[in-house]
């Protein structure tokens, strides 16, 4: 579904993500793991259109996308959430969500200067959209509060929604776990598990092992830029590079 071959990114003398070839799984929960500054949010920046790879090829169902900017990726039904999330604080929560779904939807400025029946048609497809995800992650209680309201665990739900909004085919989530406790962690593991079982693909940067062992169906584990590993998580945990990585020695 989407192939990299050879993607490298440099800050200046800094190799951030260093010739990595990697293929993504239809259907099924990618995970990415490594040290922290391996290159796996760099990866997902190249992949997304955040950052422009120096050298490689992102290949999407087909059709080369590298170097395509992030608005037109997103189009084209990649979604990604952020390790730390943008959400305007003094929106309502559905309203950060409509934004989400505007990103995919076609009219124009002509749309909007004449207020046209497909522009009047969109913001309600907008709506539903926004309302429909929002039921999806569990937040439809909170869909018109403050976004400042709410707690950070809802917070990195509103950024789920906002990706699903987009009608994603494939999804990537960077430490979507990040800041959050345990009892809340099982909890985001259980809407991605359902993220995936309603055929999404998903990729995911995760730093908490258990979660990572029960959920991915893949690993690739990265150090210093470089791929070291890949497989079943049966196969990553007893790899020697990657306790090595892991436990620097
Ligand atoms: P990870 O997500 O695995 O912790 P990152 O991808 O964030 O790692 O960072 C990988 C390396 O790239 C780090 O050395 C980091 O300092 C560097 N880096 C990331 N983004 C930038 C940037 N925008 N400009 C310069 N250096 C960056
Ligand atoms: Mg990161």
Redesign the pocket.
């Known amino acids: 579904m989407l192939e990299v071959k050879g993607l490298t990114?440099r800050?200046?003398g800094?190799v951030?993500?260093k010739s990595v070839d990697y293929s993504v799984q239809q259907g099924k929960i990618n995970a990415i793991i490594?040290?922290?500054?391996?290159?796996?949010?760099?990866?997902f920046?190249l992949i997304t259109g955040v950052?422009e790879p120096t050298e490689g090829t992102i290949i999407y169902k087909n059709e080369e996308i590298t170097r395509q900017p992030a608005n037109v990726i997103a189009k084209l039904g990649v979604a990604r959430t952020f390790?730390s999330t943008h959400l305007f604080e003094m929106s309502t929560v559905k309203d950060n969500v409509i934004v989400g779904h505007r990103l995919r939807t076609k009219s124009n400025l002509f749309d909007s200067i004449f207020r046209t029946k497909r522009l009047k048609e969109e913001e309600q497809q907008c709506i539903a959209k926004a309302e429909e995800s929002l039921d999806f992650v569990g937040l439809s209680h909170v869909s018109d509060q403050l976004v400042t309201n709410i707690s950070q665990e809802e917070k990195k739900r509103v950024a789920f929604a906002l990706a699903l909004a987009t009608d994603p085919e494939i999804v990537f989530l960077?430490e979507p776990t990040a800041g959050v406790n345990p009892d809340e962690t099982d909890e985001m593991a259980k809407l991605i598990q359902k993220m995936a079982d309603k055929g999404l693909t998903i990729c995911l940067?995760e730093h908490k092992m258990p979660m990572i062992m029960r959920l991915a169906h893949h690993i690739m584990v990265?150090n210093y830029?470089e791929k070291i590993a890949e497989g079943t998580p049966a196969e990553i945990q007893k790899n020697e590079e990657v306790i090595k990585a892991y436990l620097g020695g």
Do not use: C, E
């Open positions: 990114k800050f200046g800094n951030a993500v490594g040290p922290n500054g391996a290159g796996k949010s760099t990866f920046n950052h390790q960077d940067i990265l830029g």
